[in-house]
């Protein structure tokens, strides 16, 4: 994923990102705890991980291919 970021601010948007997702993901064992209480621990967990899988395949369905596109041709600004 890196080369969709443009090369000045790759380093900064991949750790963004990185640190973004760290921050979010520290709140789903507090939820797990707090849903645990109305459903099986089992049940919770498998619905968390259904929903974390979801959401990175729907992401991942929406970012552009850049398999043999050179890094240079996705520096240019898609014409719209």
Same mark, same amino acid.
């Given at each position: 994923?890196?080369? !969709?970021?443009?090369?000045?601010?790759?380093? @900064? %948007?991949? #750790?963004?990102?990185?640190? /973004? #997702?760290? /921050?979010?993901? $520290?709140?789903? *064992?507090? =939820?797990?705890?707090?849903?645990?209480?109305?459903? *099986?621990?089992?049940? @919770? +967990? %498998?619905?968390? $991980?259904?929903?974390? $899988? #979801? +959401?990175?395949?729907?992401? =991942?369905? !929406? !970012? *552009?291919?850049?398999? #043999?596109? $050179?890094? /240079?041709?996705?520096?240019?600004? *898609?014409?719209?």
């Amino acid at each position: 994923m890196t080369e !969709l970021y443009p090369t000045a601010v790759r380093g @900064t %948007a991949q #750790g963004f990102c990185y640190n /973004a #997702g760290r /921050a979010i993901g $520290s709140f789903l *064992p507090a =939820l797990v705890g707090f849903v645990s209480q109305s459903l *099986p621990l089992g049940a @919770t +967990i %498998a619905l968390f $991980s259904a929903f974390a $899988s #979801g +959401i990175m395949v729907v992401v =991942l369905l !929406l !970012l *552009p291919e850049t398999r #043999g596109r $050179s890094l /240079a041709s996705l520096e240019t600004a *898609p014409a719209d």
